[in-house]
C-alpha cells in the first residue's frame, strides 16, 4: 500500500517475553477468555487459518488485536483494495464487503449480492497505517465473516465456520457511510456543523472533491497536479489525521491562539493536527508543502 495517511494475532515463541515494550492487556480482545501478552508496537507473531500458519505483525491498540489487514483478509478469501483518493481499504469475500477509512473508528458490512448495510458501529480501534501497511482490529473479521477465534498457548487460530444454515438479518438499508457532495454547504447542512473551512491554499491547489464520512468528518480533498492535500473536520477532540507515518520530524507552533503539531521531512510539512476544544482539524499533503503555505492555510481556518 503507498505511503499514505489514510489518508491497519498474538505473540507466538518467536515473541521473547523480554520485549520491553509488552505488556498485559487489560482485557482480552477477542473475548477468549485467556490472557494474551501483546505489544503496543508492531512484533512478529504467527497466526493459524484454517490450519496454515502465518507470520504476521500485529501489536495492541486500546484492548484491540490489530492484523494487517490484507495479509489476514486475503487468507480468508477477501479481495483487498487500497483507495488512494479515500485513505480506505475496500473488503469483499463475495458475500459481504465493507470500506475502512484510516483513523476513523466506524465499521459497517454491506451486502455482496444485495442492497442493504449494517448500521455503523465502533469496534474501540481505529484503522491505522505504520509503515506501508493498513492495520484494522482483528474483531472486523469477525464482524465480517463467519469465523471463531481461539487463543490458547499464545498461538491464535482462526477457523471460518459452516454457515450454510445460517440466515442473515443484520442487513438493512441505510445511507452509505461516505457521501460526496457537490458544495461544501450542503456538506455541512448533512452533518448539521458550521465547520471551518480553508480559505487560502498553497498556489496551484483546487478543491476536486467534497464528502463527509459516517455522517460525522467533513473531508476536502484539493489537487495540483500529482500532489494531493486533504483538509478534515470533525465535531470531536480525538486525532482525525488518520496519518500513522513516521516522519523525520515533529513540532509544535502556536498559530492565532492555538497550539498546532505538524511533521514532515525536510523542509516540507506532510501532516498538521489540532483542535480548538470543540472541533478537531488535520491537513495532509501527500507530496508536503511549505511551513509558511501551511500557517498561513490555518490562519484561514481560525
Same mark, same amino acid.
Given at each position: 500500500?503507498?505511503?499514505?495517511?489514510?489518508?491497519?494475532?498474538?505473540?507466538?515463541?518467536?515473541?521473547?517475553?523480554?520485549?520491553?515494550?509488552?505488556?498485559?492487556?487489560?482485557?482480552? #480482545?477477542?473475548?477468549?477468555?485467556?490472557?494474551?501478552?501483546?505489544?503496543?508496537?508492531?512484533?512478529?507473531?504467527?497466526?493459524?487459518?484454517?490450519?496454515?500458519?502465518?507470520?504476521?505483525?500485529? @501489536?495492541?491498540?486500546?484492548?484491540?488485536?490489530?492484523? #494487517?489487514?490484507?495479509?489476514?483478509? &486475503?487468507?480468508?478469501?477477501?479481495?483487498?483494495?487500497?483507495?488512494?483518493?479515500?485513505?480506505?481499504?475496500?473488503?469483499?469475500?463475495?458475500?459481504?464487503?465493507?470500506? %475502512? @477509512?484510516?483513523?476513523?473508528?466506524? @465499521?459497517?458490512?454491506?451486502?455482496?449480492?444485495?442492497?442493504?448495510?449494517?448500521?455503523?458501529? *465502533?469496534?474501540?480501534a481505529a484503522p491505522e497505517l505504520l509503515n506501508d501497511t493498513t492495520y484494522v482490529p482483528l474483531k472486523l473479521f469477525e464482524l465480517l465473516d463467519d469465523i471463531s477465534v481461539n487463543i490458547d498457548n499464545n498461538t491464535?487460530?482462526?477457523?471460518?465456520?459452516?454457515? *450454510?444454515?445460517?440466515?442473515?438479518?443484520?442487513?438493512?438499508?441505510? #445511507?452509505?457511510?461516505?457521501? &460526496?457532495?457537490?458544495?461544501?454547504? &450542503?456538506?455541512?447542512?448533512?452533518?448539521?456543523?458550521?465547520?471551518?473551512?480553508?480559505?487560502?491554499?498553497?498556489?496551484?491547489?483546487?478543491?476536486?472533491?467534497?464528502?463527509?464520512?459516517?455522517?460525522?468528518?467533513?473531508?476536502?480533498?484539493?489537487?495540483?497536479? &500529482? *500532489?494531493?492535500?486533504?483538509?478534515?473536520?470533525?465535531?470531536?477532540?480525538?486525532?482525525? *489525521?488518520?496519518?500513522?507515518?513516521?516522519?523525520?520530524?515533529?513540532?509544535?507552533?502556536?498559530?492565532?491562539? @492555538?497550539?498546532?503539531?505538524?511533521?514532515?521531512?525536510?523542509?516540507? %510539512?506532510?501532516?498538521?493536527?489540532?483542535?480548538?476544544?470543540?472541533?478537531?482539524?488535520?491537513?495532509?499533503?501527500d507530496n508536503g508543502i511549505t511551513f509558511d503555505e501551511l500557517k498561513s492555510m490555518i490562519e484561514s481556518i481560525?
Amino acid at each position: 500500500m503507498k505511503n499514505k495517511k489514510i489518508t491497519a494475532a498474538v505473540l507466538a515463541g518467536a515473541l521473547s517475553l523480554s520485549l520491553t515494550t509488552a505488556v498485559l492487556a487489560d482485557a482480552d #480482545p477477542i473475548d477468549s477468555g485467556v490472557p494474551l501478552l501483546v505489544s503496543t508496537q508492531a512484533c512478529p507473531a504467527n497466526v493459524l487459518i484454517n490450519n496454515e500458519q502465518i507470520p504476521a505483525n500485529i @501489536y495492541e491498540n486500546n484492548g484491540q488485536l490489530m492484523v #494487517p489487514v490484507r495479509l489476514i483478509g &486475503e487468507k480468508l478469501g477477501f479481495k483487498i483494495e487500497w483507495i488512494e483518493e479515500e485513505n480506505a481499504v475496500f473488503l469483499d469475500n463475495g458475500e459481504k464487503n465493507t470500506t %475502512v @477509512y484510516i483513523g476513523l473508528d466506524s @465499521y459497517y458490512t454491506a451486502s455482496s449480492t444485495a442492497i442493504g448495510m449494517s448500521a455503523p458501529s *465502533s469496534l474501540g480501534a481505529a484503522p491505522e497505517l505504520l509503515n506501508d501497511t493498513t492495520y484494522v482490529p482483528l474483531k472486523l473479521f469477525e464482524l465480517l465473516d463467519d469465523i471463531s477465534v481461539n487463543i490458547d498457548n499464545n498461538t491464535i487460530t482462526i477457523t471460518r465456520n459452516d454457515n *450454510s444454515d445460517k440466515e442473515d438479518n443484520s442487513l438493512v438499508q441505510i #445511507p452509505n457511510p461516505i457521501i &460526496e457532495y457537490n458544495t461544501v454547504d &450542503e456538506a455541512k447542512a448533512s452533518l448539521g456543523i458550521d465547520a471551518s473551512i480553508p480559505t487560502a491554499l498553497p498556489a496551484g491547489y483546487e478543491l476536486s472533491k467534497i464528502t463527509t464520512i459516517s455522517n460525522t468528518a467533513l473531508d476536502l480533498t484539493y489537487v495540483n497536479g &500529482e *500532489s494531493e492535500l486533504s483538509y478534515r473536520t470533525a465535531k470531536s477532540l480525538e486525532d482525525i *489525521s488518520g496519518d500513522y507515518n513516521t516522519y523525520e520530524f515533529t513540532k509544535t507552533a502556536e498559530i492565532n491562539g @492555538y497550539e498546532i503539531s505538524y511533521s514532515g521531512n525536510g523542509q516540507k %510539512v506532510h501532516n498538521a493536527k489540532w483542535n480548538n476544544g470543540e472541533f478537531s482539524f488535520s491537513i495532509y499533503a501527500d507530496n508536503g508543502i511549505t511551513f509558511d503555505e501551511l500557517k498561513s492555510m490555518i490562519e484561514s481556518i481560525i
